[in-house]
């Protein structure tokens, strides 16, 4: 097993934490082994909701508990379970919290990642309070072989649940595209939550140009890169699988401070409002959207008066630059508009497209800009994906230059570039590896 270094975070608030969680049970994540569920099954790992303690609350099994919770061990090895992404990605950070586990706590742990091409078929269902693995179970995640897995955070001594230091946030450096995960926890007790955070990895090669695709969409790679406010609920929220369960499933801020106090609308019906909020998001891959849904689904009394969305190209390192700085540096990104400002209606889908979405070509990056304030739960933006080299005018010359070099195959891809008006079939020259913020 390679051993590779791993970092403790020690700042309250590690920068992965804006990644998504692809192991969340939102996001399709899923137990499928566990050596040992005696206290409080393994899928409470994966729960999206923080974890619970209710004093009074026992089973039959002992104190219930919100979390995974082996039993205390009296034969040789340590309990380990292995988690399968709701989204295939790239891992940059773990947050292992042990929220009140304290006498119970796993005091060590470790993680390994695979990335598997065939799924495994077999996977845990039901209330697995007061079960352990069967040999069959055993036998069959052997073949998995899962001691050879690749080492992401070698045995660390963790924290207990106190409220704390419940947190054990861990950061790592693994440039490879993850399916699975094996928690092991030595030698046993309990772990409230585990999160994966990082950003989803889409084969873009076999996305055909004429499909239309939700190019922010969680599963393709979307991510938030920034925002005003998340105080009810992230923004990246709004990129998550189907729709929304319910408002904690959306991007909500807390009413703005600096509204009129008593409120006035134009003759559009628009509210007079002078601040606004916004959440910056890039697409998992460059494209042209020409379609577009806002969801306001849940939110009621709290959906936004008006929407608009801009969009601009970034390359990496300007990305990095902007986020640096907090999206506020002296020349900010040129945002281009792609939907002018629409009234929103109350808990509802709203669906933009034709005349309505505004042609700016190749973007890479998008803005939500909602006035005043209040909550969306889904942003859809289809489009076709292009070549990050047409996003970037210096790339193309580049791609100009290289053209000798590069003969018949640039040649003929920079041909259908320009006959094709710009949609093309990923691939050879377009892989958007966006760096770690
Ligand atoms: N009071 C406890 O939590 N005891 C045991 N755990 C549960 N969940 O009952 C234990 O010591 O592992």
């Not at 309070?129 to 069959?140: H, I, L, N, R, V």
Request: glycine share 8%.
């Amino acid at each position: 097993m390679a051993s590779r270094p791993v970092q403790k975070e020690t700042s309250s608030r590690p920068h992965f934490l804006q990644f998504n969680n692809l192991a969340c049970e939102t996001a399709g994540g899923k137990v499928i082994f566990a050596t040992d569920e005696w206290f409080a099954p393994a899928r409470n790992l994966l729960k999206r909701d923080p974890p619970e303690f209710i004093a009074s609350a026992f089973t039959e099994y002992g104190k219930w508990m919100d979390g995974w919770e082996t039993r205390r061990k009296r034969i040789a090895g340590h309990d380990w379970c292995i988690i399968q992404l709701g989204v295939p990605g790239i891992i940059h950070g773990f947050d292992v919290d042990t929220s009140f586990f304290t006498g119970n706590y796993a005091p060590y742990t470790s993680i390994q990642a695979a990335c598997l091409d065939q799924m495994p078929s077999f996977t845990l269902e039901g209330d697995r309070t007061g079960m352990a693995a069967s040999p069959s179970q055993f036998e069959a995640v052997a073949q998995l072989n899962t001691d050879s897995w690749e080492e992401l955070v070698p045995m660390i001594k963790l924290n207990p649940g106190y409220s704390e230091s419940c947190h054990n946030y861990l950061n790592v450096t693994y440039p490879h595209r993850v399916t699975h995960i094996r928690l092991n926890i030595y030698p046993d007790g309990g772990i409230a939550r585990l999160k994966v955070y990082g950003i989803g990895k889409t084969d873009w090669s076999t996305v055909s140009s004429q499909d239309l695709v939700d190019l922010v969409a969680l599963v393709n790679g979307g991510v938030c890169v920034g925002y005003s406010d998340a105080h009810f609920g992230h923004p990246r929220n709004m990129i998550g699988l189907g729709r929304a369960d319910n408002m904690g499933d959306g991007w909500e801020t807390a009413r703005r401070l600096d509204r009129p106090k008593v409120l006035k609308v134009n003759e559009k019906g628009i509210l007079q409002v002078r601040g606004c909020e916004w959440a910056i998001l890039r697409l998992g891959h460059p494209g042209i959207i020409s379609k577009i849904e806002v969801d306001t689904n849940h939110f009621k009394g709290n959906f936004p008066d008006s929407c608009k969305i801009e969009a601009c190209s970034l390359t990496p390192d300007e990305e990095n630059n902007f986020i640096h700085n907090q999206w506020r540096s002296d020349k900010p990104p040129k945002w281009r508009i792609l939907l002018s400002p629409q009234k929103l209606k109350a808990h509802h889908r709203h669906l933009f497209s034709g005349e309505s979405v505004v042609q700016c070509g190749p973007v890479t990056h998008v803005r939500l800009v909602i006035a005043p304030d209040g909550g969306v739960s889904r942003l859809r933006l289809w489009g076709r994906p292009v070549s990050n080299y047409l996003t970037h005018p210096q790339q193309i010359s580049k791609l100009l230059r290289q053209r000798s070099i590069a003969g018949q195959i640039v040649s003929a891809w920079w041909r259908k570039i320009l006959l094709e008006s710009c949609a093309i079939k990923s691939g050879l020259l377009c892989s958007y590896n966006a760096p770690a913020i």
